[in-house]
Structure formats: C-alpha cells, structure tokens
C-alpha cells in the first residue's frame, strides 16, 4: 500500500507540474525534487512492503514512507483548494496580483515551509533506505517472487467471469443436508446447524443446497438472510418480512418499519403457519440471533426449516438441541479433492504439468483442504506463467511461516496474494473494505468512488471507467472477489466479498490508514489523522474523533436513518475537513437538503445522493468545478439549475427516478433537460434521464449529438416531430453502450423509422436497448448489422405488426428479449433458426395475441420463459417441447380456460404433458384484492 501511496503521489505531482505551473510559484523545485525522490524509492517499497511482517524496522519505515507521501497531497491539496476558492469567482486570471496580499503571503510562507519539511524528512527516510541496501536488508528486487511487472495485466478471458458451476467436494454434504431438508410424516420445525472455520465452504455449500432444483415442489417460502457479525435483530426480521411478501408479489405491510420486534414476529410467524418453508440464517456469529428469533417460526402442522450457518460448534449444538441434533460439521476437502480444485482453477484443467507437480504438492500440503486458501492461491498462481523458476522463487516465499493453525495460515495466504497484487490494484482492494458484511458490491457504484479517489490510472485508447472494470475483473481472476449478478451480455454487475476475506481487508486497511471504518462494534482506535471514513452504524460514540477529520478526502454514510443525528455528523464532517474532501457518498441518507457548506467543497469529485429526499439542486453546485459524477438517482429532483452546464468536468450526470413498471427497470421520471447540454458538458459518458419535453425537445434532441463521449443515454417525453433528429444523433453516438427512450404517452407515436448516418450506419458497442413508446413498426436501423452487439431489448406499449416483430429474429447476439403490451398481432411463430443466442423471454400484457407458435430450431438456448397477462391465450404455446434448454417457465394472470388446458395436460401426461422437460414450472393468479397468489408449483427436475 505503502508503493501504492507514493505511485499515486507521483503521478499526481507529474500532473501538477505539468497543468498547474503557474500555481507552484516559488515551490515547484521542491515540488520536483519530492517526486523525483518518490520514483526512486518505488522499486524499493515494492519489496520492503512485502517484507515488512517480519521486520519491524522495515515496517516502520515503510510507514513514515506512506503518512510523508499521504501528508505531501495534503500540503499540495490545500494549495489547491485556495486557487480553487478563489477560481469560483473568477479570479484564476489575477494569480499575481493574489499572491501579493498580506495574508496569502503568509499562506504561500507556510506551504513553502510544510513542504521544505516534508524534503527533510524524505531526505532522512532517503538515507535509511541506503543503508537497508547496503546491510542487505532487504533481498535485491529481482530475487523477490512478489516482484510484479509494472505493466497493463490482460486478463484471461470472459469465460472466467462466469463462477464454475462445479464445486469440488460437495455432493456427499448437499446429498446429506437434502434428504434432513425433505419433509417426513414426523411435522415441525427442523433447525439444521452447518458448523465450520471460515473458508471451509459453508456458505457455499447450503447456496447449493438452497437452490437445488429437487427441494422447490415441496417448500412453499424461501428466505435467505445473512446476519454477520454486527447484527440487529429488527432489521433481520425486517428483512424477512420483505422476502416473503416479495416472493409472492406483495408489497410490505404497511407501516412495517414502524413496527416493534414483537410485531414483526408475531407477522413472520402468521404468514408461515400452515405452511412448508427454508429460512437460512447465514453467518450466526453468536446464538443470541437463535433465541432471539427463534419464536417466530410456526412449530407444528408444517414442516419448517431453519437452515443455520456458523464458525462455533456451540452455537450448532444449542440451536439443535430441541430436535434430531442436525448438525453437519464441515471438514477440510480430501487430498485428491484438494487436487482436484486447485489444478481447475490454476491450469483449468484437471492435471498439472509435470515439472510442477512437486511444488503444487508442497502448496496444497500447506492449504491443508481449505477451499478458499486453494482459491487464492490457484487465483494468485494463474496470473504467472509456468516456468519452473517463477514457481521455485514463489515457492521459496511461503517457507515455514504458514505452519500453524488454520487462520493464521489462511492470514498469510492472504496476505501473499495481496503483495502479489500489482500496486494499482493494492489501493482499490482495500477500500473494498468500506462495504458492509452483507451487501454486495455493485460496479457502477465502486468504480466511480475509485476514480474519485485517483485509484484508476488511465491507459491509452481506455477510458478510466474501462481501466476500473478491468482492475474488477483482475481481482475476480484472482479469487479475491466473487461474482454476485450480471448483465444479459454476461458482464459483471455485482460482486461479493467472502467473509474472511473481508476481514482481513479491514486489518489491512486500519493498519495502512485506508479508510476508517465504523461499525459500533467495539471501540475503536482511531488514526490521528482521519483520511476516508465510513460510517456503518450509529455515531454516538466518537464525538471525541472529530477532531481528527482535519484531513478527511472520503466520507461514506451507511449509518442509522436519524436525521437529527445524520445533520450532526455531516456537520461536523464538513466543518472540520470538508475543503479537501473528495468524495461524498451519501446514499439512502435521511436528508431532503443540501447543506450549503458541501459546495465549499471544491475539490469534490464525486456526490452521491441517490435514494435521498433531495428536492433542490442550489445555484452554488456551480462552486464545484472538479465534479465529475454527481448522482441524483431515486430523489425527488425534477429540475436543474442552469449553472450545472459550467461543470465541464462532468462525466456521469444520473438523476432517473424508477417507474413501477418491472419490465422497465431504470427508467421513468427525468430532469428537464438544459439548452447547450451538449455544447457545454462535452465529457458526459452518463446521461441519465433527461425530459425533453419540457424546453423544446427537437432543440434538445440536436444537443445530444454533441455528447459523443455518451455511453449511456435515458431520454423521455420524446414527440413525434423529434424523431428524425434524434436517430440522427443517436447516429453519432459511436460509443454508446445503454440507451433509452421513451415518449411522452402511452398514446403519442415516435417516429424512428430513419437509417442511421453515422460512417458505417452502426451502433457497434449498442448493447442494451430500451424503447417505451408506440412505434407500430420496428425502426429500419435495429437490424443484424447495425447492432451487431446488442443483447438486451425491451418494448413497451410499440403497438408491432408481426411482419415487423419479424425482424428482431436475426439479431445475432440477442440474449435477453421483454415485450409487454408491443404486439398487436392474434398470434406469434418462431421461426426455425430465429433467435440462435436468446435465453431469457418475456411476453407480457398482449391483449390480442390468442396463440404462440414455436418452429424446431428456433431459440435453441432458451432458459427462461415469462408469459403474463395475455387473456386470450387458451392453450399451452405449440411446439414448445422444441425448446430444450428450458429451465423455468412462468404463467401470470392467464385465463381460467388457459389453467384448465394446462391442468389437463399435467394430469394426462405422456405426449400430452409438452412441459415435461421443464424442471421449473410456477403459476400466479391474481386474487380478488389485485394481490399475486401462487395456484401452482411444479417441480420435475427429479422425473
């Protein structure tokens, strides 16, 4: 981290002499004497930072190298942030004239003399390097095996994206933990306890078990909820309530976060009686969560299952011990299953190549079965080549120290593959740490906050954004983070962090002055100075911190909902160290204005305020002219101030407000859009979602062909008259990746039927394609060649023909198809070799169509199938058995004569019963109250 520090250092500082020169009047040889020092010094903290744990003369040294490069930005940004306050009011042109008033004479006076301390003790740190060298005390660069080449890492391919579908050494467990899980004549509730150290694969294990296609006929409800360590049990019962309702498409109970614990309880507990249900409760770090929540599970007449995860045998027993004692100890995988993991994930195959068999017995002897230690070492080992003497000097590296108990070994496992990172990577991997235990790490929330902080370095023909997913993807080879969700393309949305992994970011990141964290767990040492701080939780603890918020660059709330306490510590924030402050993320924040003070923020690159109540945006947001992503997502804001056009730094502007619509996710409630959009904010890769309608939409439509650096576009309250120009700047719009359109009404036809005029009449990196407006026929440039890489399409209320549905067959990567109320045609066929690549259908709210037909050789990959309020479908599509690969069919509010057909099909079986190749098969009604009721659930993977 140290080598991470001071890389980021240099690169800032060659970005200050070369862009701001006229600023460093006095200073710019010291300036140019400390990077040149820093480039010098890297190459050694490469090595030193690694060696460290077993030096502590080395690691304090190490550590004065880190706070010296962390106190020079300091001195650097302060400087900064004076011309800055002073450029917000037009005086940038008077820089000397400024220079010469008495009290920034003095300001000028202390910067030079911070900085000609910092020279000193750089100096100092510069001679005790020498003698390190000299004694030997650290071994030359080029015999270390945690030596990375400073070069562009490419990573292995997409198919890695993907998480294996194999899991070594988990079939007899499932096997077991299914046949407890099945219902018996003896009714009531099972409490199953899976107990084991950390990165044994519990939580693997029971998600397998969770998710097994045999168990869905004979459950009605599924829960999941991880509880972790810092637990509170009104937001665990919370969140149950908000699953089970969800799964049956219900909203919560009104009032639900008002409700008490007892209520909440006695709720869960009504909803579950009389029927069969798995609830897993995934990392239980102490049995209070068991006797605490245990009485809101229905105790006869079903058969209920709690499923509970956990490190501590105690916590197994005592939640066991009122039935059978269904306890599973996890054990370390066998040898060959060790084997068998590690050779997958290092040489994607199952051997290893002879040379290396030896030092790959030496490894897995040292992993000793534990699946994640295998994990992060296979991941760190992929990266290299194989030649015997890489593996030999890496071999030498894990030496004798990993003898031991587990944790400790799984500690310095982990901490090899973090000195093995590259030092780009070292920063992004720690700030991970941010993140609660239970949330997922989403990609268009983290890469912005990375390139905020100055973590992403560009690279030519990328943009920041691009160099941010291909550090994400590096971390995924390595096994340090897994995949959570993906888009239709298959490209990483979400990720996760395991638990363990987790925790030792944290260590790292306290130890290194990362990021404060604080979770009210315990007390907590706090750094004096306090550079990033997240907030977990309540604050009333650590009045006596904010003293040390002097230098703060980063402050994430995702604390309580109490505004009257959210003010104070956004108060205090502000006014102890807002002038050099960054990065602002205050997601879900109970807050509906801005504090005035936060546009005295100057340097701010990054603000988040999604999911707040934000109303106005102030003139003042003019102030913060090195903005660069500025999230208005999920809030009230209908509006923007003119001013927003002089943030010419601006690179993600998103304030959509989600409609109710499911099939529209994303997509709604705009800002009205501002005149000289695109002659202004030329840096926009974001734009996200504009109303045109309201200020002239074919001027506005114009402006947006400016925006070529787009990769993102929602626009809405698109007319008619809008359409040719605005195909004719989409056709401009070379780099966009997602974009939306939507029309002014239901009612109001947009005119898209233009080619497109770009040099080639293509969208090459088109990739999702969202239409909501009547078009009546699909538009002559969504076609095979011109969007060659789209693979999501969604239409709403089009009003298509079917000659001109027609068309989308051809579309040679389509993956992900929605229609719902787009066709107006009686009926449908799928042509035979029509949607070669389509997985995943839906058709929904057709009031016309009577009949689906599906040809041989059509949808060949099809897995998912939703088929929802078309009324006057009577029968079962024809030619469905066709569709081999389905996984999952879904009827939603179909007619009575649709489920009597389909009954009747069910109950004759044999060639009549065209789904029996389906292993999923679920049906919804509607109720009387307008509330979604599950009529079926049919579950065949075991016919």
């Known amino acids: 981290m140290a080598e991470s520090a001071v890389s980021f250092l240099y690169n800032q500082l060659s970005i200050w002499l070369q862009q701001e020169e006229e600023l460093l009047v006095g200073l710019k040889q010291e300036v140019q004497y400390i990077r040149d020092e820093m480039m010098q010094m890297k190459a050694f903290l490469r090595v030193a930072d690694s060696k460290k744990e077993n030096n502590p003369q080395l690691k304090e040294w190490v550590r004065q190298v880190r706070e010296i490069a962390y106190d020079t930005e300091d001195v650097l940004d302060e400087y900064m942030f004076r011309f800055a306050l002073r450029g917000a009011t037009g005086f940038r042109g008077h820089i000397k004239k400024y220079y010469y008033t008495v009290k920034n004479l003095k300001f000028h006076h202390r910067i030079a003399s911070e900085i000609q301390t910092i020279k000193q003790r750089l100096e100092n740190v510069s001679k005790t390097q020498q003698r390190y060298k000299d004694m030997g005390g650290v071994n030359d660069l080029a015999s270390s095996s945690t030596l990375i080449k400073d070069t562009w890492y490419d990573g292995r391919g997409d198919a890695l994206l993907l998480e294996d579908a194999d899991v070594v050494g988990i079939v007899k467990p499932k096997k077991k933990l299914i046949d407890w899980l099945l219902p018996t004549d003896q009714l009531g509730l099972k409490v199953i306890s899976v107990v084991g150290m950390g990165g044994l694969g519990k939580t693997t294990l029971v998600k397998k078990v969770y998710d097994d296609a045999s168990l869905k006929s004979n459950f009605d409800h599924y829960v999941w909820i991880t509880v972790s360590e810092s637990f509170k049990v009104e937001h665990l019962l919370s ?332 108060e205090k924030v502000l006014a102890n160290g807002g002038r050099l402050l960054k990065m602002l993320g205050l997601e879900r924040a109970p807050i509906d204005t801005i504090p005035s003070k936060v546009f005295k923020c100057y340097l701010l690159k990054h603000l988040n305020l999604s999911y707040t109540d934000v109303l106005h945006i102030p ?59 695109g002659s202004c904010l030329l840096s926009l890769q974001t734009l996200s979602c504009i109303n045109a309608g309201e200020v002239g939409g074919i001027k506005i439509v114009r402006e947006i062909g400016k925006l070529t650096q787009l990769r993102q576009l929602s626009i809405t309250n698109i007319k008619r008259e809008d359409g040719n120009e605005l195909c004719s700047s989409i056709s401009k719009l070379i780099n966009i990746r997602v974009l ?124 998912k199938l939703n088929i929802d309020k078309i009324k006057l479908m009577v029968e079962v599509p024809e030619g469905i058995e066709h569709l081999t690969n389905l996984q999952e069919v879904l009827f939603l509010d179909m007619s009575k004569e649709f489920l009597v057909n389909l009954e009747g099909q069910k109950s004759r079986g044999g060639k009549d019963w065209k789904l029996s190749h389906v292993p999923q098969i679920s049906v919804f009604d509607v109720d009387m109250n307008g509330e979604w009721v599950e009529k079926w659930n049919f579950n065949q993977a075991n016919s």
């Open 239 to 570: 969140n149950i309530i908000r699953q089970l309702v969800d799964e049956v498409k219900k909203p919560p109970p009104q009032g639900l976060e008002a409700m008490n614990e007892y209520e909440m309880k006695e709720y869960i507990y009504k909803f579950l009686q009389h029927k069969n249900y798995i609830i897993v409760l995934d990392d239980v770090w102490q049995i209070l969560v068991w006797e605490t929540m245990r009485y809101a599970f229905p105790r006869s007449d079903t058969c209920g299952c709690i499923i509970i995860t956990t490190r501590y045998s105690n916590i197994g027993n005592v939640a066991c011990s009122e039935n059978n004692r269904y306890v599973y100890e996890l054990e370390p995988l066998p040898k060959e299953e060790s084997k068998m993991l590690f050779y997958k994930k290092t040489f994607q195959e199952n051997s290893c190549p002879l040379h290396l068999k030896e030092i790959c017995e030496r490894i897995l002897k040292i992993c000793a079965g534990l699946p994640l230690a295998i994990v992060v070492i296979s991941g760190l080992l992929a990266t290299k080549n194989n030649k015997m003497e890489e593996w030999e000097l890496f071999g030498r590296s894990l030496g004798d120290e990993f003898e031991g108990e587990n944790l400790k070994r799984m500690d310095k496992i982990l901490s090899l593959s973090y000195y093995d990172l590259p030092y780009y990577l070292k920063s992004c991997f720690l700030y991970l740490s941010i993140f609660p235990e239970d949330n997922s790490v989403r990609v268009n929330r983290i890469i912005p906050m990375w390139i905020a902080e100055g973590f992403v370095h560009p690279k030519q023909e990328k943009t920041v954004e691009e160099v941010a997913e291909t550090y994400l993807r590096e971390l995924l080879d390595r096994s340090l983070i897994k995949l959570h969700e993906t888009y239709s393309d298959g490209r990483p949305s979400a990720y996760r962090i395991h638990d363990l992994i987790r925790e030792y970011i944290i260590s790292k990141s306290k130890e290194q002055n990362v990021v404060a964290i604080f979770t009210g767990r315990g007390e907590m040492m706090w750094p004096n100075k306090i550079r990033r701080l997240a907030l977990h939780t309540s604050v009333n603890y650590m009045e006596e911190e904010y003293d040390n918020l002097k230098y703060i660059r980063s402050f994430l709330w995702l604390g309580s909902e109490d505004a009257a306490e959210f003010a104070q510590v956004l």
């Open 619 to 677: 003139k003042s947001i003019e102030n913060l002219q090195n903005l660069e992503n500025l999230n208005l997502s999920e809030t009230n804001v209908t509006e923007l101030p003119i001013e927003i056009l002089k943030l010419r730094k601006l690179r993600h502007l998103i304030a959509f407000k989600s409609p109710d619509d499911p099939y529209m996710p994303g997509f709604g409630q705009g800002v009205k859009a501002l005149y000289e959009i």
């Open 740 to 863: 939306y359109i939507s029309s002014s009404s239901e009612e109001e036809l947009m005119d898209l039927d233009y080619s497109l005029q770009s040099p080639n009449s293509t969208l090459p990196f088109l990739d999702m394609l969202f239409l909501n407006g009547r078009i009546e026929k699909v538009p002559q440039w969504i076609n095979p060649y011109s969007l060659h890489g789209l693979t999501e399409l969604r239409l709403l209320w089009s009003r298509l023909k079917e000659d001109h549905l027609v068309c989308l067959e051809d579309l040679p990567n389509l993956v992900q198809l929605v229609i719902v109320d787009a066709y107006e045609g009686e009926g449908f066929s799928f042509k035979a070799k029509g949607f070669q690549r389509l997985k995943d259908l839906t058709m929904a709210n057709l009031r016309g169509m009577r009949w689906m037909r599906v040809e041989k050789g059509s949808m060949p990959l099809l897995e």
